[in-house]
């Protein structure tokens, strides 16, 4: 099972709905103590992947992480994977955060919104 948005509010149900020696992955920052203890009568175990995990601790296997980057450009290059950025909306200045906090509160946004450059 994966949970791939604001593991606060979803752990609970997916703790609920794994199956017995089941596991659930996140990639999402939680704000709060995940309640690990719904697994334990399941033998259900949680998985945290973080993309610098290998490069900040210089595990073992760090050129996997390059592995992955080498394919993943393969796939964008290919059209395969497709960006999530929906609009660009220049660079960083008061006026794009505000043109871009105002497009988040209306719940207008479709995909990301970029800010890049000063």
Do not use: C, Y
């Amino acid at each position: 099972m994966l949970i791939f948005n604001d593991t606060d509010a979803n752990f609970p149900a997916a703790a609920e709905a794994i199956k017995p020696q089941g596991g659930i992955a996140t990639i999402v920052e939680n704000r709060e103590p995940v309640p690990v203890e719904l697994l334990k009568a399941k033998s259900a175990a949680l998985h945290w992947e973080f993309m610098f995990t290998r490069s900040m601790f210089g595990t073992p296997d760090m050129i996997e992480q390059h592995k992955l980057l080498t394919e993943i450009a393969r796939l964008v290059d290919a059209g395969t994977l497709r960006t999530t950025v929906g609009e660009v909306l220049g660079p960083i200045n008061a006026e794009n955060l505000r043109r871009a906090h105002a497009l988040l509160e209306a719940g207008r946004a479709i995909g990301k919104l970029v800010l890049s450059g000063f």
